[in-house]
C-alpha cells in the first residue's frame, strides 16, 4: 500500500494531438473491434444474478478476480482497459459501482490500475478513478467518489471520500 493521494504517480500519461479532445481519439488507444467485445461482455455481467459467471466472464477480459469475489447487480468494470484491474478474494462490488482505469481529458487521457483487496468493499454506486488500491478489508460507503488510495482497513465516505473518523473529528 503507497501513501493516500498519490494515484497520480501510477498512471500513464497519453498526450492526444490537435484540437480535438482525447475521447475523439478513443479508436487510436484500444481496438474497436475489442471495445465492443469488452462491452457485449460487461452489460452480460451488469444483468446476470450468477457470481461465477460474472467472475468467469470478467476472467475472460482480463480482469484479475480472487476467489468468492462477488460482483453486484450493474456494478461496472472499466470497459476500455478491464485487464487493468485486480480484485483480490473475497472482495465485494456493490450495486452500480464503477471501476474506472482510465480519464479521458481535453489534451490527454490517463491510464492507472486499480486494486481492490481482500475482503474489501465498495458500495452501491461507488465510482473509484484509475491508480487507486483499496486496502485489505477496506469499506467505501454507497455513493462515494474513491479518488485517493484507502489503507487497510479504513472505512471512507463521501465525494470525495474521506476517512470518516476524520469526518466524526470534524463535526
Known sequence: MTDRGSRHGRLSYHGTPGPLNSLQHWPDAKHPLRI????????LCRISPSLKLKSWLL????VSVGKGVSWGLESTPDVFWPELITVEDHAIIGYDATILCHEFLQDEYRLGEVVVGERAMIGAGAVVLPGVEIGAGAQVAANSLVTEDIPPGETVAGVPAEPLSSRDESD
Open 36 to 43: 465492443m467485445l469488452n462491452y457485449v461482455v460487461i452489460v
Open 59 to 62: 476472467r475472460r477480459l482480463g
